[in-house]
Nanobody, 120 residues
Framework: QEQLVESGGGLVQPGGSLTLSCAAFRSINNFYRWGWYRQAPGKQRELVASITIGGSTDYADSVKGRFTISRSNTKNAVDLQMNSLKPEDTAVYYC??????????????WGQGTQVTVSS
């Protein structure tokens, strides 16, 4: 299984931006689909964005138009650009991968995640 390391979280004011990054030991192109998840206190972990090896993306309605997921071969990472952040975006964010287009991208072990806090 692939070890995943998330980074880039922090404290930001409402309306602000953050870019999260998910680093993998092996090439990110070994996996068909990557996803960013988040888990807020007392809530279930939810998929907020995903991207396939071909570049097709999908977003949860709650983040559509504000978040952008991308793959960087030079960094060997999957990034999540988050704009117009809202307090309800506060959560621990995780990345994971999958091997098909029909299953959720959560085939790997969960990393420690990165905390995003949106507050004034």
């Amino acid at each position: 299984q692939e070890q995943l390391v998330e980074s880039g979280g922090g404290l930001v004011q409402p309306g602000g931006s953050l870019t999260l990054s998910c680093a993998a030991f092996r090439s990110i192109n070994n996996f068909y689909r990557w996803g960013w998840y988040r888990q807020a206190p007392g809530k279930q972990r939810e998929l907020v964005a995903s991207i396939t090896i071909g570049g097709s993306t999908d977003y949860a309605d709650s983040v559509k138009g504000r978040f952008t997921i991308s793959r960087s071969n030079t960094k060997n990472a999957v990034d999540l650009q988050m704009n117009s952040l809202k307090p309800e975006d506060t959560a621990v964010y995780y990345c994971n991968y999958g091997f098909t287009s029909t299953t959720l991208p959560k085939a790997g072990p969960w990393g420690q995640g990165t905390q995003v806090t949106v507050s004034s």
